[in-house]
T-cell receptor, first 113, second 114 residues
């Protein structure tokens, strides 16, 4: 049971490039989330999904897209990378009950130059 | 979700108890108190949560005041590996998509000294 797995761990992009941050979980959780964390700050919600085929925007969705074709996978797409997207990205999942905690991956550190 | 207030930083000697406070004076009856921590460069790690009763698990204890307006996370015997940012989060149980919508503030930086 690996939990939430994110790849890659690190990436450097040039302005205008695109990439996909991968996230997969093996806990059969319906709910999945993407957060970003800027240096010295708390986490901000980008997008989330309540199940395969269903996604919705969080607090800071601009510049990102997501898809959820399976329960396990929730990739985050950056189409035109900008320096403001330099951040650490965390994927998380939750079983979806009153007391269940959120499980986080170990993040992808992205630098856009 | 209710706003929380935590001290920006705290120190603790190794082997001693670390007591991390959190104020959540606007908490409502259906809101849980959650604690997470983030060790440098890693994803946040769940520690413990509670509604109104005190809770204990293998990592920590959570003490919630009777009026629920504040709480304290206790690490009974802090080690150097407990050095991390600790987040106190109040989360309403509203079902559906609210489950994972946690509002992370800036937390408390706990430094455990040898």
């Amino acid at each position: 049971n690996a939990g939430v797995t994110q790849t890659p761990k690190f990436r450097i992009l040039k302005i205008g490039q695109s990439m996909t941050l991968q996230c997969t979980q093996d806990m059969n959780h319906n709910y999945m989330y993407w957060y970003r964390q800027d240096p010295g700050m708390g986490l901000k919600l980008i997008y989330y999904s309540v199940g395969a085929g269903i996604t919705d925007k969080g607090e800071v969705p601009n510049g990102y897209n997501v898809s959820r074709s399976t329960t396990e996978d929730f990739p985050l797409r950056l189409e035109l990378a900008a320096p403001s997207q330099t951040s650490v990205y965390f994927c998380a999942s939750i079983r979806g009950s009153r007391n269940s905690p959120l499980h986080f991956g170990n993040g992808t550190r992205l630098t856009v130059t | 979700d209710a706003k929380t207030t935590q001290p920006p930083s705290m120190d603790c000697a190794e082997g001693r108890a670390a007591n991390l406070p959190c104020n959540h004076s606007t908490i409502s009856g259906n809101e849980y108190v959650y604690w997470y921590r983030q060790i440098h460069s890693q994803g946040p790690q769940y520690i413990i949560h509670g509604l109104k009763n005190n809770e204990t698990n293998e990592m920590a204890s959570l003490i919630i005041t009777e009026d629920r307006k504040s709480s304290t996370l206790i690490l009974p015997h802090a080690t150097l590996r407990d050095t991390a940012v600790y987040y106190c989060i109040v989360r309403v149980y509203a079902g559906g998509t609210s489950y994972g919508k946690l509002t992370f503030g800036q937390g408390t930086i706990l430094t455990v000294h040898p």
